[in-house]
């Protein structure tokens, strides 16, 4: 369990994490989403020590990182791709972790394996790919069988199977009672891994929610409904709690009332629909809205830059 | 912690903890899992032994008024001096060695997965100088008797000749060997400090080479007060045969050549506990 409590770090003037508050749970996959530069790296760094909270306060399983007398059993993390020198040889490398909290060479051959990394281990670490870095990353990561599994951006650079092995892998380390949590920028893949979301902008809290939720509020978007008699479809859907607007004279917008409650309503009364569509808001751009107002680098759009030429 | 519980896989892993031992095995395993530093040190060996035995076959008593290079003594030559001629160019590479050995960590990126491992952290720089140590002790050791005995082939039947039953000759060749780890392990304590090789070796260079030849642009009372305690000369009386009327003795050289090196590690401490890493 992490748990995070009005922590803050600033450089300078700069206040790249603001009185962030979240709670990652063991059992589940926590995504911990923003756009570029929201200070995701920022925090995953505090949570392992890295960098000192300028307030408020995380802790890992009850108690400051550095507390523990097994870290790496506590929390096992994949920060920033390249956290290993070039000149190592995988294996060494993992072993140069294992000795400091004497964990056998039998669980450093286990990761090595488990990361699919067997045919590279004695190669060093320098030519490797951006994907077998991160395998490596995660195998280090996994080394100390941690309670908890923290990482930043796992499928970085990684190939469709790749991704689909970080995807089982988190999925199955949350089912064996683990916390995970993974950050990411992309709403799409965390969705699809995910449990929780934690989501966050300029380093401050925008959604605590769970992916059912976000995913049900991301479609709130009506429902499309069109027919040749639109005008007596109408009345026969309004209701409480239900608005109906409409864009052409055969076209309904409703909200309020889900499409099979419609279809139904409109075979009760014999009237003949020739589209019936949920409109659904696509994740990325849900979570885009969430977070346009505080995205670190903006785009402009290409109109609005041809027109102000 | 709960969860320890509920996975039978972490059965057995309770015997996991961070100590002291566990770190500076795993510092060990770090400094020979790399080929940088097999070549660094095999380069200060090598340098350290052919160039002191080269100085000594190619004594010749004429050519003394010439002076020696910088460092020992007061440019008389006696065979302790020729044999340790190569100190100079081996401190060098043993400086690089300690550096490469700690800001290498920080250039590549690999501190990160160090200071995870071991968020204490003072364990590591404690535990890098305990390495880098006693591994530049005993080959530097080695290193200057072997020049030293080469040597005596070079200097058979020359007037300086000296052999290591002499007066003061072990005592001077340990001495070189203890000056060479000593500048390893501040090779260490400036890569930590400064977290960037280019910078760290800069200094060294500047600290052992440059700033004794500077300095005598201080004034000449200033100067003669002073110059001795600097760590390039301090370090040098460690090893010197014949000590000059204004160096310090053996003894009170290692003294404060000592104290450079943990003033330079005590920040080195001070930053590392104190800094983002």
Known sequence: ?????????????????????????????????????????????????????????????????????????????????????????????????????????????????????????????GAFSLGMGQRLG??????????????????????????????????????????????????????????????????????????????????????????????R??????????????????????????????????????VALYELTP?????????????????EYQSHPVEAERKAA | MTVTELSPTRAGTRAYKVTGPRVLRAEWAKFWSLRSSWITLGVAVVLLVALGAIASA??????????????????????????????????????????LLSAGEYTTGMIRSTLTAVPRRLPVLWSKAAVIGPITLVLATLGALAAFQLGTLGLDGERIALSLGDDGVLRS???????????????????????????AIAVLVGVLLILPGLASLLPESLYDTVSPYFPSNAGSAMYTLHQSSDALSPGAGLAVFAGWVALTLAAAAWRLRKSDA
């Open chain 1, 1 to 125: 369990m992490i748990e995070a409590r009005e922590l803050t770090k600033r450089y300078g003037d700069k206040t790249v994490v603001d009185a962030l508050s979240f709670t990652v749970k063991p059992g589940e996959v926590t995504g911990f989403l923003g756009p570029n530069g929201a200070g995701k790296s920022t925090t995953m760094r505090m949570i392992v020590g890295l960098d000192a909270p300028t307030g408020g306060s995380v802790t890992v399983n009850g108690r400051s990182y550095a507390q523990h007398t097994a870290p790496l059993h506590e929390i096992g993390s994949l920060l920033e791709a390249k956290s290993v020198h070039p000149g190592r040889s995988a294996f060494h490398h993992l072993m140069a972790l294992a000795y400091t909290h004497g964990i056998p060479r039998r669980r450093v051959d286990e990761v090595i394996e488990l990361a699919g990394l067997t045919s590279v281990a004695g190669k060093r670490v």
């Open chain 1, 138 to 231: 995660i195998a280090a990561a996994l080394l100390g069988d941690p309670a908890i599994v923290m990482l930043d951006e796992p499928v970085n650079g990684l190939d469709p199977e790749g991704v689909l092995w970080v995807r089982k892998l988190l999925r199955s380390l949350a089912d064996e009672g683990r916390a995970v949590m993974l950050s990411s920028h992309l709403m799409s893949e965390t969705a699809m891994i995910a449990d929780h979301l934690v989501i966050i902008g300029r380093g401050r809290l925008l959604a605590d929610t769970t992916v059912d939720d976000f995913t049900r509020e991301a479609s709130g978007g009506g429902v499309k409904v069109a027919s040749a008699e639109a005008g």
């Open chain 1, 233 to 270: 479809l109408r009345s026969l859907l309004a209701g409480p709690d239900v608005t109906i607007s409409s864009s052409s004279a055969e076209e309904l917008l409703v909200t309020g009332r889900d499409a099979r409650q419609i279809g139904r309503i409109a075979a009760e009364h014999g």
């Open chain 1, 279 to 295: 409109q659904t808001v696509s994740l990325e751009a849900a979570f885009m809205d969430l977070t346009r107002d505080v995205v």
């Open chain 2, 58 to 99: 190619t004594y010749s008593p004429d050519a003394t008024a010439q002076g020696g290079p910088p460092g020992p003594g007061s440019g008389e030559q006696d065979a302790v001096s020729l044999a340790l001629l190569g100190v100079t160019f081996a401190s060098l590479a043993l400086g690089v060695l300690g550096v």
């Open chain 2, 173 to 199: 060749l340990a001495g070189a060997g203890l000056y060479l780890a000593l500048v390893a392990v501040a090779g260490v304590a400036l890569g930590v400090l400064l977290r960037s090789s280019a910078g």
